[in-house]
């Protein structure tokens, strides 16, 4: 079986490693630049191997183009009553950039073209609301792991929190916007997705333009609208009321799941 020299490199230094620990230099070889590079390439495999796993759970079900809903309700806030937000949308929002940061570490700002032309998924799912009523839709949009992978999240990230544009009532940082909060495990799951078109079309902004997340396993007030930013938190004390979401903070369930 042939090795590729990457492959041969990391064998190499991991050899090396081995032996100079049985020779106890572990105090010097903790300075070694190269020693850092194997330490971080492993703690990224691993990382990467367990959020695959924890994505890995159960599908949603997913439904045909003829059973779509003829008219989908729109859920929560159904515009943004913000002036930088408006300008944004007159143009399209070609000016638009999602903010991934936190801990990460490769903070984005991505462009909706940018989003567009990564890999995305097209799904057929029904939404919940917590209201009693659904609907079915289609939507289209990156799923949310490309765009973690793609930031580099830290190991003692434990959840990915959604800022939004919209603003429903007063909250505790005096802002009032939305926003919303994932685990990993929802996270990195195939069918989480950012949501950028919806029946084929781009995403109206009722919808929630120019981005939308959709977790499908979990009711809709999770589905955060207008996201703006994408934030990797190692706890969510200290964000609103610390439960987690906009709704949350005012006595909802964290996990939703249906």
Request: net charge neutral.
């Amino acid at each position: 079986m042939r090795t590729d020299p990457g492959r041969r490199s990391f064998l190499k230094r991991t050899a090396a490693l081995a032996g100079t620990l049985a020779l106890g230099g572990c105090d010097r070889l903790s300075e070694t630049p190269w020693f850092r590079e194997v330490l971080e390439s492993a703690e990224s495999a691993t990382s990467r191997a367990q959020r695959f796993l924890l994505g890995s759970g159960p599908f949603a079900r997913e439904y045909t183009e003829a059973d779509l809903s003829p008219v989908f309700k729109a859920n929560g806030s159904t515009s943004v009553d913000d002036s930088d937000y408006q300008i944004l949308a007159e143009k399209d929002f070609v000016d638009w950039r999602l903010q991934v940061d936190g801990l990460v570490s490769h903070p984005q700002k991505l462009s909706l073209a940018e989003l567009r032309a990564m890999p995305s998924r097209t799904q057929i799912t029904r939404h919940d609301c917590v209201e009693g009523w659904s609907c079915i839709g289609q939507w289209t949009g990156v799923p949310l792991a490309h765009v973690l992978e793609r930031a580099g999240v830290q190991s003692r990230a434990r959840y990915v929190v959604f800022r939004c544009a919209d603003t429903l009532e007063p909250t505790p940082d005096g802002t009032g916007r939305y926003y919303e909060s994932l685990g990993f495990e929802d996270a990195y799951h195939p069918q989480t997705i950012l949501a950028y078109e919806m029946n084929g079309r781009p995403l109206p902004i009722p919808h929630g333009a120019p981005l939308r997340l959709r977790v499908e396993r979990q009711l809709g007030y999770k589905m955060a609208k207008y996201v703006m930013r994408i934030e990797l938190v190692e706890s969510l004390a200290g964000i609103g009321r610390g439960r987690g979401g906009f709704w949350e903070d005012r006595g909802y369930e964290w996990y939703a799941g249906i």
